[in-house]
């Protein structure tokens, strides 16, 4: 089992920034892909930055130019920084892993959610 411990999220106001983190716990497993995904209310959850194990990165075109997503390998940990933040940024951002254990056990893990409320 992989355990993700998410941090970094609160209230800000709009043009300011945030970081958010995601460490992954556990034994036995490779990580692959690391990603961020936000639900704000009432809508679906979306895809906001993605990146694999190489450092390929892939963005909402929402966020472009404001979020960057970088990892920390050695930490198992996943990062966001988000600048320029807008209100309609605000929502609950959930982490995403990919991990690989042995050669062909492949599995999916979300972090439990850190609220981001952007607001005057």
């Known amino acids: 089992q992989v355990q993700l411990v998410e941090s970094g999220g609160g209230l800000m106001q709009p043009g300011g920034s945030l970081r958010l983190s995601c460490a992954a716990s556990?034994?036995?497993?490779?990580?692959?892909?690391m990603g961020w995904y936000r639900q704000a209310p009432g809508k679906p959850r979306e895809l906001v930055a993605s990146?694999?194990?190489?450092?390929?990165?892939n963005y909402a075109d929402s966020v472009k130019g404001r979020f960057t997503i970088s990892r920390d390998n050695a930490k198992n940990t996943v990062y966001l920084q988000m600048n320029s933040l807008k209100p309609e940024d605000t929502a609950v951002y959930y982490c995403?892993?990919?991990?690989?254990?042995?050669?062909?056990?492949?599995?999916?893990?979300w972090g439990q959610g850190t609220q981001v409320t952007v607001s005057s």
């Open positions: 995403n892993v990919d991990v690989r254990r042995g050669a062909w056990s492949f599995y999916n893990y």
């Open positions: 556990g034994s036995g497993f490779i990580i692959n892909a």
């Open positions: 990146i694999t194990d190489s450092g390929t990165t």
